[in-house]
């Protein structure tokens, strides 16, 4: 049978992109590609691209009242021109999007600028009625923000809306205790809204490391933020353009926005996923093996549609390892073991790579080593603010297993901390490099002494997982 593609992809974001461009550029496969709104997906249009923009912009206020602790006599940041930056930022995922739709034009992929969906196992039905077929399908339509199911909630805005907003709110509450929410939070409160942060829990970031989310939720309170723990929404209601919320606990109040940071989905609703016989799993997500392969083999699927670590560089990573194995015979797998993160909070970021402490704990006997300190640049200009660095080392085999960095640019330090981790490194590794002085980074290669000892019970338990 001959097919109209070797390839199509549903979804122009991270993974569906570059599955395309490797498979067409560098395998040459005939690839076709839907997407059915702007070209870059999440990250670029309205994800990790636009919020760490929106991350530095929020940042001028604190720099201005740090420049005034070196000795600087200013009075503030100013005023901010939201208007302003909000069109050049439109300005520049514009830019961003003719990159991305420039990259797979050169590599003669055909763009098709409607939402597709599977009409079977090899064919693809366009917005259009338009039906093409292909010899591969693979599925890399995203996640979408999940809304938590309360009266109300059509009248809150989710994390798309914040990079559109025709005006900054005054009083704004964020609900959820995540990545977008501790986020979103530092970007509000640093642009000059009232913020408050409604969530749940008894500390932010649940699943980072314990004493790391206990920073993270203080860091939140230092910069103005108005955390409100162990808290819940449970409705909401128009009060002309404002909005009252109704707590769990009986408390009521009254914010101009409301943003719901509660978790994102896969977006697989209306693919015709089930009718072509894709299996998917409770939460709506593709399953997949470790090649991306679905239940149906001429069909794949790729980045948080999949539900696997749902980071960018993973999608792309698996979107480049499926275009190589399938159409490059150059068999790839992703190994979703160590991947490091960072959340964009403000002044200090949370990074990590590894295991927490806590999981380190359950797995066996282990060496936590913790520096805790107030960084020399903003103890110079007056602020408390601590920074931490910690990194969980096998007791029995010197391998570091974790490392977790609350501090500036926290971000850019686990980036490099990933690959000594990834190639196995031992502590006396990180202790043989010499130090950068004067740096934040050289705590990780000077932390002597252990902290604490952690995991004795379960020794068990790491010999079965050595
Ligand atoms: P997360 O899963 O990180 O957090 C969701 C939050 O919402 C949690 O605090 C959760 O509470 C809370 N929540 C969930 N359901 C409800 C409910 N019904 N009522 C009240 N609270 C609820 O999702 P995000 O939306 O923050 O981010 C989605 C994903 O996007 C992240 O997991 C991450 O993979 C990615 N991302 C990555 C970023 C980065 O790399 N810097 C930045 C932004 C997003 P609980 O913890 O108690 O379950």
């Not at 997906?41 to 919020?51: D, F, Y």
């Not at 912009?57 to 740090?66: G, I, K, R, T, Y």
């Not at 964009?344 to 590894?354: D, F, I, M, N, Q």
Request: hydrophobic fraction near 45%.
């Amino acid at each position: 049978m001959t097919f109209d593609y070797d390839l199509f992809v549903i979804g122009g974001g991270s993974g569906g992109v570059r599955a395309a461009r490797i498979a067409a550029s560098e395998h040459g496969a005939r690839v076709g590609l839907a997407e059915e709104s702007r070209m870059g997906g999440t990250c670029v249009i309205r994800g990790c691209v636009p919020k760490k923009l929106m991350i530095f912009a929020s940042q001028a206020e604190a720099h201005a009242a740090e420049a005034r602790g070196y000795g600087w006599q200013t009075a503030g940041a100013g005023a901010f021109d939201w208007t302003m930056f909000r069109h050049k930022l439109d300005a520049e995922l514009t830019r961003l999007e003719g990159a991305y739709t420039g990259g797979l034009a050169a590599a003669n992929v055909d763009i098709h600028k409607q939402r597709a969906r599977l009409a079977d196992a090899h064919t693809v039905e366009l917005a259009d009625g338009q039906r093409l077929t292909a010899k591969h399908i693979l599925i890399a339509a995203g996640g979408r923000p999940a809304l938590p199911g309360i009266e109300g909630e059509e009248l809150g805005l989710i994390s798309d809306d914040l990079f559109l907003l025709e005006d900054l709110p005054g009083r704004v509450l964020v609900v959820g205790g995540g990545f977008i929410a501790c986020e979103f939070a530092t970007i509000l409160q640093g642009l000059g809204c009232q913020t408050t942060l409604s969530y749940r829990g008894d500390a932010v970031l649940r699943g980072f490391d314990g004493e790391m989310r206990r920073h993270a939720t203080e860091q939140l309170r230092m910069i103005g933020v108005d955390l409100r723990l162990e808290s819940n929404p449970v409705r909401l209601a128009a009060e002309g353009e404002a909005r009252r919320v109704d707590f769990a606990d009986g408390s009521s109040e009254v914010f101009d926005a409301v943003i719901f940071a509660t978790g994102r989905a896969p977006y697989t609703k209306g693919l015709g996923l089930e009718q072509a016989g894709v299996k998917l799993g409770r939460k709506g997500e593709i399953v997949v093996d470790e090649w991306s392969q679905s239940s149906v083999p001429s069909i794949y699927a790729v980045g948080d549609v999949t539900d696997r670590v749902n980071l960018t560089p993973v999608a792309i990573r698996e979107g480049h390892s499926f275009a190589d194995t399938v159409f490059g015979a150059k068999p790839r797998k992703v190994d979703h073991g160590l991947v490091a993160s960072a959340v964009y909070t403000r002044p200090h970021e949370l990074a990590t790579v590894g295991l927490t402490e806590e999981e380190a704990a359950a797995r066996g006997p282990a060496l936590i080593y913790v520096a805790s300190f107030r960084p020399m640049r903003s103890l110079f200009a007056g602020s408390d603010a601590r920074a931490a660095m910690k990194l969980i080392v096998d007791a029995e085999t010197d391998r570091v297993l974790g490392c977790h960095i609350f501090g500036p640019e926290a971000g850019e330090m686990i980036q490099m901390v990933a690959i000594p981790m990834g190639m196995g490194a031992t502590k006396a590794d990180f202790d043989a490099a010499i130090a950068v002085h004067p740096t934040l980074a050289e705590e990780l290669v000077t932390m002597r002494k252990p902290t604490r000892r952690i995991g004795d019970d379960n020794s068990d338990k790491a010999d079965a997982s050595a």
